[in-house]
């Protein structure tokens, strides 16, 4: 069967299992970035708790040793020593990590010194999804179109059926330790905390166990932390309706001093205050700029909070703004999707790495976190708002002709931002869909509500 090339996205493959992404697309698409790696490559290869999760994830693995490539499982020792369990002496070594997070094989791809990477996930989409995130050295991330056009280049050179090598043997080996070692040097609360940590049922939930047992300047309460690509707790996506209410009632209940929340795969965050209260992704950015020296890097919709002469403006998206951190050696990218890159950590980003930083700060404040954040400075946003719309390009012209005059900045980065004395919007189109999605923000909640209603009329008109 074909494989479709829309399933090929901006910054990855995602599509439904198994009518757009089944085991012999995987397959292939593996086959055709081992060709890409090339001899003498090191390939790390995980995955996501997802249902279909454990046959794609083989399939990847079987499309890489279809090279009649020999198969290498190395796994860092604690305390710098290594250990080797050499299965057969090639040039193409496959590191199989097994059910990890998204970070997780960033680290290892790092760690390992590896040429590149296969994750199986569909990250935060419905349970039906599920997608291939490759990597190469450094963890530097491949577009979709990037991993289509090696998939054409070696097309035809595939064979689904024969695709199991004889020298293709795999022994089972846990990374996990090796990570939460890492992880750990970053933890230095300065009090004793309590904080519940929501894993969406997706694969942060034995990483978090790890860091936190036994630790005593922590008290950790963990929910939905089993992996079940059925979702059972509310869904792999933070951001969906209702999906914070079982973190608040806990944060609540346990009196806790923050709530956590992580996308399936644990590349997102979100957070919660001690009263249960969500934290805007603009404050959560805010409170990390305050841990780590400028330069930044932050996205065309991100509070004016957050811009400036530190920071540096990229476009929506982990490709763009990985690029654009290691171009400028920033120290955080902040993206308003939860999304939080460290030069610490590889340039990329990390739900758990961003966890630690929050909670060391909370536990350095004189107050509470709620409190702390009551007492900033507030800014009135909108929120994304979509509007369904037949010319995007039409609207876009007429928006900006009406508003150029009274602009004091304009910016035609991922649509239209136009910056005026007391509030500005972003209006952008979909990718994918007869949409344009608005953002505003503005000092004032007046202001916000008139201009809002005003950007409406001209849209929908």
């Not at 939860?338 to 990329?348: A, W």
Request: net charge positive; aromatic share 10%.
């Amino acid at each position: 069967m074909p494989i479709e090339p829309k399933i090929f996205k901006a910054y990855d493959v995602r599509g439904k299992y198994p009518e757009e992404l089944n085991e012999e697309a995987a397959f292939e698409i593996a086959a055709a970035v081992g060709k890409h790696f090339g001899p003498r490559a090191k390939i790390v290869v995980g995955r996501d708790g997802r249902l279909s999760s454990p046959s794609l994830y083989k399939a990847v693995i079987r499309g890489l040793a279809n090279n009649e490539l020999g198969i290498r499982n190395e796994v860092l020792g604690i305390r710098g020593k290594k250990k080797n369990s050499i299965i057969h002496n090639s040039k193409f070594i496959i590191h199989k990590a097994g059910l990890i997070t998204t970070p997780m094989l960033y680290f290892l791809v790092n760690k390992l010194k590896a040429d590149g990477g296969i994750m199986v996930t569909a990250s935060h989409n419905p349970k039906e999804y599920n997608g291939l995130k490759v990597v190469g050295k450094n963890a530097r991330p491949m577009s979709g179109l990037e991993i289509y056009s090696i998939l054409r280049k070696y097309e035809n050179i595939r064979n689904y059926e024969n695709g199991n090598k004889k020298n293709s043997y795999f022994s089972n080996i846990s990374y996990v330790r090796n990570y939460v070692d890492f992880l750990k040097k970053f933890l230095k609360p300065k009090r004793k905390l309590k904080v519940v940590f929501d894993c969406s049922n997706g694969t942060t939930g034995r990483i978090l166990r790890q860091l936190t047992t036994n630790d005593k300047r922590l008290t950790a309460v963990i929910i939905n932390d089993k992996p079940d690509g059925n979702f059972p707790g509310h869904g792999p996506n933070p951001l969906a309706e209702g999906a914070t209410r079982q973190l608040e009632r806990e944060v609540k209940k346990h009196q806790a001093d923050l709530g956590v929340i992580f996308d399936a795969d644990g590349d997102r965050v979100f957070f919660l205050d001690n009263r249960g209260r969500w934290i805007d992704p603009n404050e959560t950015a805010y409170i990390l700029t305050r841990l780590f020296r400028p330069p930044y890097v932050t996205g065309i919709v991100s509070s004016w909070r957050l811009k400036g002469d530190k920071a540096f403006v990229s476009r929506v998206g982990h490709y763009f703004f990985k690029k654009l951190m290691r171009e400028k050696k920033a120290s955080l990218g902040l993206e308003h999707s939860g999304h939080y890159y460290f030069k610490y950590f590889f340039y990329c980003d990390s739900g758990i790495f961003a966890a630690i930083q929050i909670m060391n700060f909370v536990s350095g404040l004189k107050t509470d976190l709620a409190s702390w954040l009551d007492a900033l400075s507030l800014y009135h946003r909108s929120g994304e708002l979509n509007f369904k719309v037949e010319d995007k390009e039409k609207i876009l012209e007429k928006v900006e002709r009406l508003f150029k005059k009274s602009a004091k900045k304009i910016i035609k980065m991922d649509g239209l931002t136009m910056e005026f004395s007391d509030y500005w919007f972003n209006l952008r189109p979909s990718n994918t869909e007869n949409l344009l999605r608005l953002n505003m923000e503005a000092t004032d909640k007046n202001i916000l509500k008139r201009e809002l209603q005003n950007l409406k009329r001209l849209i929908i008109l």
